[in-house]
């Protein structure tokens, strides 16, 4: 048996192109704006590392899990985004946390986000808005 066949399957992140995150967020724009054609974005377990999602209007996205290291969020919106820890599907206490690690979020409205045992070592919070957003247990600096 491969290293492939025993893996966790319940830990697999769907990985995003550039494309496809530019058109699931146009989409999620769409349902915010309460246009035509929207649907509200569900980024659960899904990676978007290394991503530009400047100025992405991600506000009340499902971002929990989410892995976005040294994602470009410059400007983007993720008031009262859902950043919280995941556990396991197989119902084990191991807890996944967002991983914001070393991403650009200068400017970014995180108000209201729940950013709970999120991972936001080296990440550039330089004029970011943290009014209201739920910090408990979050990484800043290792």
């Given at each position: ?9 319940s830990e697999?992140?769907?990985k995003l192109?550039?494309a496809?995150a ?18 509200r ?17 991600l506000?009340?996205?499902?971002l929990a899990g ?10 983007a ?22 991983n ?22 080296s ?5 970011a808005i943290?009014?209201?957003?739920r ?8």
């Amino acid at each position: 048996m491969s290293d492939t066949d025993t893996k966790d399957k319940s830990e697999e992140w769907t990985k995003l192109s550039q494309a496809e995150a530019t058109h699931s967020l146009a989409r999620h724009a769409a349902f915010i704006e309460r246009r035509a054609g929207g649907q509200r974005a569900l980024l659960t377990f899904h990676d978007l590392s290394g991503l530009d999602l400047s100025g992405a209007k991600l506000r009340g996205t499902n971002l929990a899990g989410a892995q976005l290291q040294e994602a470009v969020m410059f400007g983007a919106d993720l008031g009262g985004a859902d950043l919280t820890p995941l556990r396991n599907l197989r119902g084990t206490e191991r807890i996944i946390p967002a991983n914001l690690g070393a991403a650009n979020q200068a400017g970014a409205n995180l108000s209201a986000a729940d950013l709970t045992d999120c991972d936001l070592t080296s990440s550039d919070l330089h004029g970011a808005i943290l009014k209201g957003a739920r910090l408990e247990g979050t990484l800043l600096a290792k």
